[in-house]
């Protein structure tokens, strides 16, 4: 199968999984509980359509894509946003540092990105390629950020046992394979260039379609009520850390207060 016919397949699977994915949200009502995420599939859904119909060397597909880069910034930090909440829901004092955190690091990750490409735009370069430099050096900052808040977040899960909603932890987990695929592909379009945006690209949309696929498989009203935890312990290392816990949020909580 030639390269290009690969990839179109590849991009009506994602928008495939994106479809059934919204359907399974939208019917099992669990749409109210994961709503950002549900309207970011949506926008994926509205995306992919285009993205096949448009010619990709036009000009109305560099403006399309243009605009929507920057409506897709702002679903990755709510969609994150979400995720802590759902991951912490219990903890309203660290819920709030989280996502302190994220903007903290997010805002932080884009001044580098933006600082990076100084020496770059001090040479006569033409207004569309700096453009171009600009989305890139913002997209790298904010995708690069929040995939590091997602490993971090997903990390602390598997030390701590906190028990969650089947749902949310299947959630957390392919939203983490999900974004990271984004991040490593921006970062490889950064380091290798042109030479691998093919390949790059028709692996994201592999694995975009096979995420689809699998909120579609596993997202269940069932899974709102049966509850898991990432590290097998006993139960007295268990009660200990959920104290531990227990205790730090009460301290974020007074703080917050005082």
């Known amino acids: 199968m030639p390269r290009v016919s690969l990839f179109t397949f590849l991009q009506l699977a994602a928008v495939l999984g994106s479809v059934l994915t919204v359907s399974t949200?939208?019917?099992?009502?669990?749409?109210?509980?994961?709503?950002?995420?549900?309207?970011?599939f949506i926008f994926r859904i509205s995306l992919g359509i285009c993205a096949v119909a448009l010619d990709v060397k036009s000009n109305v597909y560099q403006y399309f894509w243009v605009s929507t880069v920057v409506i897709s910034w702002a679903f990755y930090v709510l969609v994150v946003r979400e995720l802590?909440?759902?991951?912490?829901?219990?903890y309203s004092g660290l819920k709030t540092l989280g996502r302190w955190f994220m903007y903290l690091a997010t805002v932080v990750s884009l001044m580098l990105s933006v600082l990076s490409l100084l020496p770059r735009l001090t040479q006569a370069t033409p207004q569309r390629s700096r453009?171009?430099?600009?989305?890139?050096?913002?997209?790298?900052g904010v995708t690069l950020s929040l995939a590091i808040f997602l490993v971090v977040m997903v990390f602390l899960l598997s030390r701590y046992p906190v028990r969650l909603p089947r749902n949310?932890?299947?959630?957390?987990?392919?939203?983490?394979?999900?974004?990271?695929?984004?991040?490593?592909?921006?970062?490889?379009k950064s380091v290798f260039g042109l030479k691998v945006y093919t390949t790059v690209d028709t692996a994201l949309m592999a694995l975009s379609g096979a995420c689809g696929f699998a909120w579609f498989c596993l997202l269940s009203e069932k899974g709102e009520e049966a509850t898991v935890s990432l590290p097998n312990m006993n139960s007295l290392r268990e009660e200990h850390l959920l104290s531990q816990l227990d205790s730090l949020n009460q301290t974020l909580l007074k703080s917050a207060k005082g």
């Open 25 to 40: 949200l939208h019917k099992t009502g669990l749409y109210r509980r994961y709503r950002i995420f549900f309207f970011y």
């Open 84 to 90: 802590c909440g759902l991951v912490l829901e219990r």
């Open 131 to 140: 453009i171009l430099y600009y989305i890139y050096a913002i997209d790298r």
């Open 168 to 188: 949310v932890m299947i959630h957390v987990v392919l939203y983490t394979i999900f974004f990271l695929s984004s991040s490593m592909t921006m970062l490889l």
